[in-house]
């Protein structure tokens, strides 16, 4: 798109076209004391093009980058290795430069490429069917929350405490707009979930319970026995997975029972990036719930020549004349994170993202085994798949800022997704991926033997 300045003579056309006496008049509704009154103090006005670069390369050698570090941070965004064939085909421009299909009969390879997405994340989650991709997979789970809603008729949500707080803040700022009911909790520190506490608050008004696998500690839940309650209950059971690797090898979420089936795809085919943009994922056990779902879902068809072609078979956003029955409005579908993911799972197949979840969980023995074996330092849990929770007996948070000094990630602090929870002060997450070397594994041993010491 090019930019096209306006001339002083072209902006009064527009306000006399308006009626608005000067520019200001069209921010009559802000707040006088919410606008600039002048330049924003220590902005420059300008610059050449050569010295914002520079300035800018300097602002850049601040960063740590993942790559430079000894790396074991997670929490809901883990590094993993993109192949170079996935940029180079999602750089393509008739790719590139694809845009939602509101034409299907001249978007099959944009069609195609979502059929074949849907394919493979329903595969990956053992649902019926997917939709062709949401936002994130932070709005994704409140979209399945809200969905849960129109299934049951209910408004009572029921949030595992082990839910990435993240993930729950979105659910409860949503809820405000839809009366719902959240009820919360905070996660049990220990070396399993507490599935029996979350199934003593599913009550005959509970419309979904809502459980991460694996959880925010890395631990996994028995989604089977928390399934079979919330159906007792009448209430349907919503899984949400932040890291798709892992279901290379635990049982999919939709063969133990889930109903609805969420998460982010950013672990395959998409970079850190510094937070986005990612990939939500969104799936149905029961083709019964397919017309309550949010999004678009696309389809395949013959033509009336009898040739192979797809098509846009529900359309249920707001922007297909829908307006105000629209199951959505956050379902914007990440096309391109999409495509990515679609191609890295392609290149990978079922053997390929069996044998990377494996070699996920080899290092992240390893790893487990080779911290625990440092004074003070143990491991919570009993179980996990590529991500565990430390316990330093120390500040978390204090080591992690030290060690970053010493160039390595160790992980993120308890504390810091849960600021106002007492008692994580010296819990760590690590995860531990592909990527992840034995010598790096002994980097952060060492560097944490020594903070500890």
């Known amino acids: 798109m090019r930019y096209l300045p306006l001339t002083d003579t072209d902006r009064s056309a527009m306000l006399d ?63 993993h290795h993109v192949p170079a064939s996935v940029d180079h085909i999602i750089q393509r ?97 220990q070396s399993q979930p507490d599935n029996s506490g979350l199934i003593a608050r599913i009550d005959d008004q509970t419309s979904c319970v809502v459980v991460q696998y694996p959880d925010i500690l890395g631990r996994i839940p028995d989604l089977g026995a928390i399934a079979e309650a919330a159906h007792a209950k009448g209430a349907l059971l919503i899984a949400v997975n932040t890291e798709p690797v892992a279901l290379g090898a635990i049982t999919s979420p939709g063969e133990l029972g889930a109903d609805i089936v969420v998460g982010e795809g950013q672990s395959i085919g998409v970079g850190l990036q510094f937070g986005g943009p990612y990939l939500g994922l969104f799936a149905v056990r029961d083709p019964k719930h397919v017309r309550q779902m949010p999004g678009r879902l696309c389809g395949e068809t013959r033509d009336a020549e009898g040739k192979r072609g797809f098509v846009l078979t529900l359309s249920t956003r707001e922007q297909h004349i829908r307006r105000e029955k629209a199951t959505s409005n956050i379902c914007t579908n990440s096309g391109l994170c999409a495509l990515a993911f679609t191609v890295h799972m392609t290149l990978l197949g079922e053997k390929g993202i069996r044998q990377l979840a494996m070699e996920n969980h080899r290092l992240a023995c390893l790893a487990a085994d080779r911290l625990a074996r440092i004074p003070g330092v143990t491991v919570l849990n009993d179980s996990f798949f590529n991500e565990f929770t430390l316990r330093l007996g120390a500040d978390a948070r204090t080591v992690v800022r030290n060690l970053a000094d010493k160039g390595v990630l160790a992980g993120v602090s308890l504390a810091r997704l849960y600021p106002h929870h007492d008692g994580l002060d010296d819990s760590l997450l690590v995860a531990v991926t592909e990527t992840t070397s034995e010598e790096d594994i002994e980097t952060l041993a060492v560097a944490l033997e020594g903070e500890l010491a």
């Open 93 to 189: 421009g008739e790719f590139l430069t694809a845009y939602t299909p509101y034409q299907p009969e001249i978007a099959q390879g944009t069609l195609q490429m979502l059929f074949e997405f849907q394919s493979q994340v329903a595969r990956l989650y053992g649902c019926a069917v997917a939709n062709a991709s949401m936002y994130d997979g932070s709005t994704a789970c409140w979209e399945a929350v809200a969905m849960a809603g129109r299934v049951t008729r209910r408004k009572r949500v029921v949030l595992s405490g082990a839910l990435h707080p993240h993930y729950a803040e979105v659910v409860r700022t949503m809820a405000k707009f839809t009366d719902d009911e959240i009820a919360g909790a905070l996660p049990a520190i």
């Open 17 to 79: 076209t308006i009626g608005a006496p000067d520019i200001d008049a069209l921010f009559a509704d802000v707040p006088e004391e919410a606008r600039l009154s002048g330049p924003i103090e220590g902005l420059p006005m300008h610059a050449s093009e050569m010295a914002v670069e520079k300035h800018m390369r300097r602002l850049s050698k601040k960063n740590l980058a993942a790559a430079d570090a000894a790396f074991f941070l997670g929490a809901g965004a883990y590094r």
